[in-house]
């Protein structure tokens, strides 16, 4: 067993309030320099950056989670991780159905590209990725392990899209049992308000630029012998599931 420092929240240049420089390349990158073994690309409602992300995390040796930060219907921002690449990009797809489209303005929310292994940009989202989907809070757990991934609030600390701020609580069902933090000092103060002192704890950046990547401060301890990039991965998976 070791302790493998992440930071499981950030966006990509594909993310409109992304900075133009968080290319794959350059996060995986900055991970290693923030000394990071594990990190998860999270955009606004889709996972097309991913493939190139994992290519560049390989180079990087840093250990890539696919995922997306799903808005749902609520305005509630979901952190959604799948252990296998190939689920999260399904799961892409099925929230392509489920977006509301409308034409993104690049002179107010920014640019959305699409981006290769090498940093070259192969396309651009046309409609807003930031906006809600038709997903409900209801309705988001199970469809998410329909595609065999995981899901939790992200940033229930914060004002804007917490979950707590949306809705005045963390509601009874679905059945989370993960929740994220933007900062860990407000842990203790939400264990005693909203009654997640039984949840797995969750902390991570957000990071819309590469200087917001989060320092090797946060970790698990997880089960990696015989090594293997993928044993690491699923053993984070069976902990954020409270397995462990």
């Known amino acids: 067993m070791n302790k493998y420092y992440y930071d499981l929240h950030v966006h990509s240049c594909l993310s409109p309030c992304g900075d133009d420089d968080n290319t794959p390349n350059n996060l995986a990158g900055m991970a290693a320099v923030c000394g990071l073994q594990i990190m998860a690309l999270t955009d606004h409602n889709t996972c097309k950056n991913c493939p190139a992300f994992f290519a560049a995390a390989k180079k990087n040796g840093i250990i890539a989670v696919a995922g997306m930060e799903l808005t749902t219907a609520e305005d509630v921002h979901i952190i959604c ?5 190939s689920d999260a990009m399904r799961f892409s797809d099925e929230i392509e159905a489920r977006r509301i489209k409308i034409e993104n303005r690049k002179d107010i929310f920014g640019n959305q590209f699409i981006m290769d292994e090498n940093d070259e940009v192969i396309g651009e989202e046309q409609y807003l990725l930031s906006n809600a989907t038709t997903v409900s809070v209801d309705d988001v757990k199970e469809l998410v392990e329909s595609f065999q991934g995981i899901c939790y609030p992200a940033h229930i600390d914060r004002e804007a899209n917490g979950i707590i701020s949306v809705l005045g609580m ?3 069902t679905p059945v989370f049992e993960c929740v994220e933090f933007h ?3 407000k842990i203790g103060e939400y264990e005693e308000r909203f009654g997640v002192k039984d949840k797995v704890k969750v902390i991570s950046s ?9 320092e090797n401060e946060n970790h698990f301890v997880l ?3 015989p090594y293997s990039s993928s044993r690491v991965r699923a053993e984070l998976f069976k902990v954020l599931r409270g397995q462990k």
């Open 81 to 85: 991780l799948f252990e296998e690449l």
């Open 170 to 172: 963390l509601p009874e």
């Open 183 to 185: 900062s860990a000092q």
């Open 206 to 214: 957000d990071a819309h630029y590469l200087g917001d990547v989060n």
């Open 223 to 225: 089960e990696d012998e």
